[in-house]
């Protein structure tokens, strides 16, 4: 897999935008982003769709909302995928690199997966019985100032702080933390995927280095995901996948992604395990 864009530089740019300038996004902008779009694969083998929206061309059956969060932009990408193994995962994958690649062409984007209006959404894609519709984005050009909103939301999700590494990150099982020294060469590509957006500020990812492999888990809130086909955390934890990738890419870490049948280690048990990173041998 090629880069399009400089990992590092651009997942330390990304930042969530909710108010934008009052401006259209150009047609060849909007161009860009739906064919990087159609060109985007995961290793996970599921193909995710995206979907371009503007609120003027929904009927006013199809009032496109996002209840005051978005300030100044009208366009929007919604994600479907078809309801399966990973989806989410793929979900959260992809979506991100069409994000990341956005920021590196200036454009805005804000993961919403629950502050908008999801039935006049689903019913403007046209979301089939057997997809899931996990998330959307606006896409805009970042306004210089900050709504009262945005600035709100921002404290409230306490959007610019990150768990630390002794928190995320763990060697041989869940009770020794991974230190930078331990990750060694993976050190950036860790901290990359620390840095990454989640639903509500979680950060739900985990990881245990182990068996000379990264096995990555989702903490979840297993009260209240129920029988939700949308357990948010894997999306979440599909974010994460594609910063440790692409970063692990541009410094040469050749590797793949693997579901073991079983990693052998012993998990808390809000903790899921969803797959593993495999290094190539040098």
């Known amino acids: 897999m090629k880069l399009d864009f400089p990992a590092e530089q651009t997942i330390k740019e990304r930042r969530s935008v909710r108010t934008y300038q009052e401006k259209s996004v150009s047609a060849e902008d909007k161009e860009k982003l739906m064919a990087y779009a159609a060109s985007l694969s995961n290793p996970f083998g599921v193909h ?3 979907h371009l929206l503007e609120t003027k061309d929904a009927s006013n059956s199809q009032k496109l909302g996002t209840y005051g969060v978005i300030k100044g932009t009208k366009v929007f990408i919604g994600v479907t995928v078809p309801a399966g193994e990973f989806a989410l995962e793929a979900v959260g994958y992809d979506f991100e690199k ?3 690649y956005a920021t590196h062409l200036g ?9 908008f209006n999801r039935t006049a959404f689903t019913s403007a894609i046209g979301v089939k019985e057997n997809e899931l519709f996990p ?4 896409i805009g050009y970042p306004a210089g100032k900050k709504s009262l909103t945005e600035s709100l939301f921002r404290r409230t999700l306490k959007s610019g702080q990150r768990k630390s590494w002794s928190e995320l990150f763990f060697k041989e099982n869940f009770d020794i933390p991974l230190t930078e020294a331990d ?7 860790l901290e990359m995927l620390r840095l990454a957006p989640s639903a509500t500020n979680k950060q739900p990812w985990r990881i245990v280095q182990a068996n000379g492999a990264y096995h990555f888990y989702a903490a979840i809130d297993t009260g209240k995901s129920g029988e939700n086909p949308v357990v948010i955390q894997r999306v979440d934890v599909g974010i994460g996948a594609v910063h440790f990738h692409l970063t692990a890419l541009e410094k040469d870490l050749s ?5 073991l049948a079983d990693p052998k280690i012993a998990a808390p048990e809000n903790l899921r395990y969803l797959f593993s990173w495999i290094p190539e041998k040098r």
């Open 98 to 100: 069409l994000i990341l």
């Open 183 to 189: 990750a060694g060469d993976y050190a950036l590509p």
């Open 107 to 115: 454009i805005g984007t804000c993961w919403l997966a629950g502050t």
């Open 255 to 259: 590797g793949k992604f693997e579901k």
């Open 135 to 138: 998330a959307i984005s606006p």
């Open 48 to 50: 995710v769709s995206f």
